[in-house]
Antibody
């Protein structure tokens, strides 16, 4: 069974960089698929942030592209998200997911609050 | 960017009734690359339907999807108590965008 688990700080200061890691179990990232990040502000809908292939090729939501970096560490079976220059508008539950265009396996999500 | 508009925003029905949820795209979704997800409070979304009409693994057959082009529908034939949740559509034909969600609540 494929499982994903997000980890990282739950509180980030404005203007700083949000950093999260997704650890995958039950499936080797090196075997294929894209791996994505999605976020959901409290009480609101879902927004795709970006995705990475096991080879390291990435693509991002154009609205966030200038601030997003996604990377992969196949040796640890993990992929990571960095979002720079955060503001209160970046407060959200952040999910990682396995992606075959659609998202078939999701992590439980982690709430990141941007506040001083 | 393809914008997905879901209607209604909230749907109030009773267990045993039929639910019909709509998702309209601002431009045609290629190859029916349209998925539906169910999300319950405090949980991650769960994939229900992909390719507009194919059920994901383990999804009961009371859930069905239909549509093509710009108009898509999720139908739940007979509502069970566990079906009351928020439902999102997502297109994956051109980047990835989600609808704003339809909340299915108990009447």
């Amino acid at each position: 069974q494929v499982q994903l688990q997000e980890s990282g700080p739950g509180l980030v200061k404005p203007s700083e960089t949000l950093s999260l890691t997704c650890t995958v179990s039950g499936y080797s990232i090196s075997s294929g698929y894209y791996w994505g990040w999605i976020r959901q502000p409290p009480g609101k809908g879902l927004e795709w942030i970006g995705s990475i292939y096991h080879s390291g090729s990435t693509y991002y939501n154009p609205s966030l592209k200038s601030r997003v970096t996604i990377s992969v560490d196949t040796s640890k079976n993990q992929f990571s998200l960095k979002l720079s220059s955060v503001t209160a508008a970046d407060t959200a539950v952040y999910y990682c997911a396995r992606q075959i265009h659609l998202f078939d396996y999701w992590g439980q999500g982690t709430l990141v609050t941007v506040s001083s | 960017e393809i914008v997905l508009t879901q209607s209604p925003g909230t749907l109030s029905l009773s267990p045993g009734e039929r639910a019909t949820l709509s998702c309209r795209a601002s431009q045609s979704v290629s190859s029916s690359y349209l998925a539906w997800y169910q999300q319950k409070p405090g949980q991650a979304p769960r994939l229900l339907i992909y390719g507009a009409s194919s059920r994901a693994t383990g999804i009961p057959d009371r859930f069905s999807g239909s549509g093509s082009g710009t108009d898509f529908t999720l139908t739940i034939s007979r509502l069970e108590p566990e079906d009351f949740a928020v439902y999102y559509c997502q297109q994956y034909g051109s980047a990835y965008t989600f609808g704003q969600g339809t909340k299915l609540e108990i009447k």
